[in-house]
């Protein structure tokens, strides 16, 4: 029975049992759902020719020798077969391919299968992120059929395209702009005119990354205009919001401040996915009136996580994939030494307060096996007096130290930074990047970097002509950060020369090369250290 179907039969109780049932799962009966799935994917992945070539003539039996036999997996070890969508090589049937940028200056894309019982799956469980969005208690929730959502993500064949198609299969729920208008515009244009739908005829629910909400809120004040030249547009407006309109304008001017979309709008429920979103949760909040739930998923896991009505950290859906977690310690210890096999933990093993890459395995025939997909959570805790769950719960921190990523939108790895700096042909001869934080703590990309002797006489001169120079080539390389200034009007990089011979003369003190990608806070500080800077260094 679809949601629909609940609601008009005012089911409300079995709607919550339904979808957010698994909030109410202790440990042993959670761990059970993962390992039935998990045993069932065993046999599907195994026999199948991808699971063949990984494994090598290996067969496991049990969730303990495919944890033994199936070597941790990165994209590459699968793209030969996915780019060229093999389906007849997949443990299951493929009825759509997920599409997503790969690596600038390396890879241009990579796809990930889905089958009829992953999408299911991923229905479900987008159907639960509705209800929890909306929600401010346990088994109270404030949607309806009919709702309108304004919707800042992208669509198909990326994954959040997924979100209105499948959404679709259980209520109805109205799109501002509709998806088959949308599908057909730019990104600015999608957003100019969702936002003028809400205006016209209100909106009920909001769903982006959380750094394009922030963005597009802030854009509010101009799209609603001032003055008597824009009568002609609140005359399109319905009464209620035209009222809203007035009462709004009157508001700001009294209070001397832009509008803000809570003077228009009440939101029901806020969704907000990628990452970086603490950076904006606050603000967004101070926007809307209503604090952003957030939610977890991407094009190879699918969707796993979400947060419930106390925004308190998320909760990973048992059913999308199995969970595998490489403490940081030993994550670093990989990076450090690749030999070096990490050991994992599973979901009834996590601690409190540490610190994990995330593995998966995806369920329901899912290609993807111990596969790394290069994102750090911190347990936050085993249980939750304040919403009665007692599964872990988990604190995104941010994508793994080999990449940088800004805002939800580019993952800047060694290779896009190297491809740039040759591409520009600049006189760089050493370098590091890490990601930090401005006064207003938003990200950004910061190089540090030493060229070579008498390619400039002015550092400050030079640090810019850097940055100007290395940024046409990012952009050259990476779609996704180009659309970091188009659509965001951010500009991520700030580059600082350092003097020559310094990454030498820190490699002859401690005994070890700086790493190129963000490098531990402790020995970036001791590189700004012996350069003799002072200033006050940002870092998460």
Not at 205 to 230: E, K, N, R
Not at 491 to 497: A, F, K, M, N, S
């Amino acid at each position: 029975m679809s949601l629909s179907e609940r609601l008009q039969r005012l089911e409300y109780d079995e709607i919550w049992r339904q979808y957010c049932g698994f909030l109410d799962l202790n440990m042993d009966e959670y761990m059970n759902i993962q390992r039935r799935l998990m045993e069932e994917q065993i046999s599907l992945w195994s026999d199948c020719e991808l699971g063949r070539t990984i494994l090598k003539g290996k067969q496991p039996r049990t969730i303990q020798e495919f944890r033994e036999m199936v070597p941790l997996t990165s994209y590459e070890d699968y793209a030969d077969i996915l780019l060229r969508k093999k389906g007849d090589s997949l443990p299951g049937n493929p009825v759509i391919w997920i599409q997503t940028t790969w690596e600038g200056g390396k890879h241009p894309i990579k796809v990930a299968p889905y089958t009829r019982s992953m999408l299911d799956t991923f229905r479900n469980n987008v159907v639960a992120c509705l209800i929890l969005a909306t929600s401010h208690e346990k088994g109270q929730f404030d949607y309806e059929e009919g709702d309108k959502m304004l919707y800042g993500l992208a669509p198909l064949p990326y994954a959040t395209g997924l979100l209105p198609l499948l959404l679709s299969e259980e209520t109805d729920i109205r799109f501002l702009p509709e998806v088959k208008e949308a599908v057909n515009m730019s990104f600015s244009q999608r957003n100019k005119l969702g936002f003028k739908l809400a205006l016209q005829k209100d909106v009920e629910l909001f769903f982006g990354l959380g750094s394009v909400t922030y963005a597009v809120s802030q854009s509010l004040a101009s799209m609603t205009g001032s003055g008597s030249g824009d009568w002609s547009k609140l005359l399109k407006c319905e009464p209620h919001m035209l009222y809203r309109m007035l009462k709004a304008r009157h508001l700001s001017k009294k209070e001397g401040r832009p509008i803000k979309p809570k003077d228009l709008f009440g939101l029901k429920g806020f969704m907000v996915a990628g990452t970086d979103n603490q950076c904006y949760k606050d603000e967004l909040e101070d926007l809307w009136g209503i604090r952003p739930m957030e939610i977890f998923a991407g094009t190879e896991p699918s969707l796993i996580g979400t947060e419930s009505w106390t925004r308190n950290g998320m909760y990973f859906f048992p059913d999308s994939c199995f969970y595998e977690f490489i403490a940081e310690a030993d994550m670093e210890k990989n990076e450090a030494d690749p030999s070096y096999i990490p050991p994992t933990s599973l979901m009834d093993e996590v601690i409190p307060g540490e610190k994990y890459e995330l593995v998966l395995t995806v369920l329901k025939g899912g290609a993807f096996a111990r596969y790394r997909c290069g994102d750090m959570y911190r347990c936050v805790g085993l249980f939750n007096r304040e919403d009665g769950t007692n599964i872990p719960r988990f604190e995104y921190i941010d994508r793994v130290p080999s990449i940088i990523d800004i805002a939800g939108f580019t993952r800047i790895s060694e290779n896009g930074i190297q491809s740039a700096i040759r591409l520009s042909q600049m006189p760089v001869h050493a370098w590091t990047a890490a990601k930090e934080y401005n006064e207003e703590h938003r990200p950004y990309l910061h190089m540090y970097v030493e060229v070579e002797r008498g390619a400039f006489v002015d550092n400050a001169i030079s640090a810019n002509i850097l940055k100007e120079v290395l940024s046409t080539y990012f952009k050259y390389i990476d779609q996704d950060y180009r659309d970091l200034k188009k659509i965001l009007g951010m500009d991520p990089l700030e580059v600082t020369i350092l003097r020559c011979g310094i990454f030498d003369a820190y490699k002859e003190k401690t005994g070890k090369s700086l790493r190129h990608m963000n490098p531990s806070p402790h020995d970036l500080a001791e590189l700004i250290r012996m350069q003799g800077q002072i200033g006050e260094y940002r870092r998460r």
